[in-house]
């Protein structure tokens, strides 16, 4: 049997690991597909595509955004994507420059409680476009100002302590659009860490293709339950491990492998929509193609 992860973070967002070191896990966890799902940025996809592409490790370009329907958070995965898609590419730079806006204004809230963490420090740390708070409280922790991820998280930066900051969110209806331009999946990730299951009928309504039915956090249960959602309304299912590395205390790859065959539908949806569009490209990657064929839809 094959096995797929379709949901993890690399050094170009929030995770610990360069794009090799994330391929050279999923060899290890036996994985024949990977995706990369970086927060907000698609910078990571070339590498990763060149390092699976040496392992006979297919990969699927991605990312993950953030965006909101009816004042609920959610998270858009994209799948398929074109890389070099001028659209997403110039709104994703946005949301990296409000991330980086973030970082200075939670940086000032923890000066404000007499804790004298630098900017710079988290930046250092950082090292990327996509800054987020995982890497404030890497930089609270080698500061010494916390003894670990938990302290900073508990202290200072989950909702509703002193330093959060709401991200930047986007319209779930133009995140959907701009996937979609693309020439990728939208698929909506974790379901189950959202609010409330009302707001899937108004994506259906959007367009989205999938939903992420497992995921680290689900249990079984909640897996279950939207696979039956999936099924209800005839959605893609997709799942990961959404493994950030060292990030979360230990790698997170290996726990949520799905069944393969959910790719080959992805695959199957992406070649359809191409079809329709009335273009001749192939639709997917294979190990077997250079890393320019790699989800270009043109
Ligand atoms: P941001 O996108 O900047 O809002 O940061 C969200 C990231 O913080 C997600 O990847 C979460 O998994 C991560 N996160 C949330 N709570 C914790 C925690 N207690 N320890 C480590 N990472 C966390
Ligand atoms: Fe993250
Ligand atoms: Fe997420
Ligand atoms: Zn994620």
């Not at 610990?16 to 907000?40: I, K, Y």
């Not at 910078?43 to 370009?61: D, P, S, T, V």
């Not at 959007?206 to 339950?225: L, N, R």
Request: glycine letters at 10%.
């Amino acid at each position: 049997m094959k096995f797929a992860d379709l949901h993890m973070h690399t050094s170009f967002s929030d995770g610990t690991f360069s794009p090799e070191e994330m391929v050279a896990n999923g060899q290890r966890h036996g994985l024949s597909a990977m995706a990369l799902t970086d927060h907000d940025t698609v910078e990571g996809c070339a590498r990763m595509n060149e390092a699976c592409g040496k392992l006979g490790i297919e990969f699927i370009n991605g990312t993950e955004l953030t965006a909101e329907l009816d004042g609920i958070e959610l998270h858009l995965l994209a799948y398929f994507v074109d890389i070099q898609n001028q659209k997403l590419l110039v709104e994703i730079a946005e949301f990296q420059r409000v991330r980086q806006e973030r970082i200075y204004e939670m940086v000032a809230r923890i000066n404000k409680l007499n804790v004298p963490l630098q900017a710079e420090a988290v930046f250092k740390i950082a090292n990327c476009r996509s800054p987020g708070r995982p890497h404030v409280g890497r930089a609270l922790v080698q500061g010494g100002f916390c003894v670990n991820m938990d302290e900073a998280f508990d202290r200072f930066l989950k909702k509703h302590r002193p330093a959060y900051v709401p991200k930047a969110k986007m319209s779930a209806l133009h995140g959907i659009e701009l996937i979609h331009g693309a020439g990728g999946l939208a698929v909506m990730a974790h379901p189950a860490l959202n609010q409330s299951d009302n707001i899937i009928p108004k994506l259906v309504d959007a367009g989205v293709d999938g939903i992420e039915c497992f995921h680290t956090k689900h249990s079984p249960a909640d897996s279950k339950h939207y696979l039956g959602i999936a099924s209800r309304y005839n959605l893609l299912i997709t799942g990961g491990s959404d493994c950030h590395g060292m990030s979360k205390g230990r790698p997170l790859m290996g726990t949520v492998k799905i069944d393969y065959m959910y790719v080959e539908k992805m695959k199957a949806a992406v070649a359809d929509r191409r079809a329709k569009k009335g273009n001749g490209e192939p639709a997917v990657s294979s190990p077997a193609n250079p890393p320019s064929a790699v989800g270009h839809p043109q």
